[in-house]
């Protein structure tokens, strides 16, 4: 599948079969995510792969309500896929400079977030090229999560999607039109 056409073909995915994701998959798409470019190259992610059910169910315990006291269907896509892939991210390392001591280069402070969303979006976009599903979750207690995981100190999990083979083909949802979010020259000029 070409880039452009993994663009167009992801959806968000909450509902999934239980069929087993293959290793080969697994590692083609964590490659795809270590291949996305990042704040001086400094690559400030780390992967966890859960495969354990019961980890699975003790990080989809870790969801947010999403309104209304309904259940977050993403999360709870994790108790019924073969595999999750949560991300985490090294604190203080992504826009950052190299001297001590060491300071954020930019207004925007650690870029941890940037370079994370970065390589999730190449691993969503892999894993539509392989066929599989994935929902980009961040409605969860992510000091929880950590807890549950053993992330050490100066790391953080950012977000996490269960990974599997679609049960439900979502229609596109609708997108803003390029001259509702495109500005030539300065904010608002058309």
Not at 1 to 23: C, G, H, Q, Y
Not at 125 to 131: D, K, P, S, Y
Not at 140 to 169: C, I, N, Q, R, W
């Amino acid at each position: 599948m070409e880039v452009l056409d993994a663009i167009n073909a992801r959806r968000s995915i909450r509902r999934f079969k239980s069929t087993p994701v293959e290793d080969e998959k697994v590692e083609m798409i964590l490659e795809a995510a270590r291949r996305a470019p990042s704040w001086a190259n400094s690559q400030c992610w780390r992967f966890i792969v859960v495969r354990d059910a019961e980890m699975r169910n003790r990080l989809a315990d870790t969801a947010f309500s999403v309104g209304g006291g309904h259940p977050n269907m993403a999360t709870e896509a994790m108790r019924v896929v073969s595999v999750a892939i949560v991300a985490c991210a090294e604190l203080g390392r992504a826009g950052f400079s190299h001297k001590e001591p060491r300071e954020p280069v930019t207004d925007k402070g650690d870029w941890f977030m940037f370079d994370t969303a970065l390589a999730m979006q190449n691993m969503v976009l892999a894993a539509t090229a392989f066929g599989l599903g994935t929902v980009y979750t961040g409605a969860f207690d992510s000091v929880e999560a950590g807890k549950v995981l053993g992330v050490p100190e100066g790391y953080k999990v950012v977000s996490m999607t269960p990974l599997g083979y679609p049960d439900e083909d979502p229609k596109p949802r609708p997108r803003k039109e390029l001259d509702e979010i495109v500005f030539r020259e300065r904010f608002g000029a058309r």
